[in-house]
């Protein structure tokens, strides 16, 4: 039995561009723009190599964010079911409560 309140499978109702503020747009043109530059300028000799690797740093980076900003909604997501789960179960106990005393 799947307990309640616990998601299992990723927020899918999300849109990537929820997750990719204007600082990540800015740099992925940006990055996308010198790497093009930097392959017509130096052309596809040893230089290219360097140029590469920075643009894959930067992807890398802009990955690493992109999860990270998915990880924290899902988390966000959990905390208020579980925060929704204890006020009813809190709410309960209220009840049960007043009944006691009510009946006392």
Do not use: W
């Amino acid at each position: 039995m799947i307990p309640r309140g616990i998601a299992f499978a990723p927020a899918m109702s999300m849109s990537r561009q929820n997750h990719l503020d204007a600082g990540s747009r800015i740099v992925i043109v940006v990055t996308c723009a010198l790497f093009v530059v930097a392959l017509f300028i130096k052309g596809f000799g040893h230089g290219v190599l360097l140029e590469a690797g920075v643009f894959l740093v930067s992807v890398k980076l802009i990955i690493m964010a992109y999860k990270n900003s998915v990880s924290a909604a899902e988390l966000k997501e959990q905390l208020l079911n579980l925060h929704a789960d204890l006020l009813r179960v809190e709410g309960l106990l209220e009840g049960r409560r007043s009944s006691e005393n009510y009946d006392a």
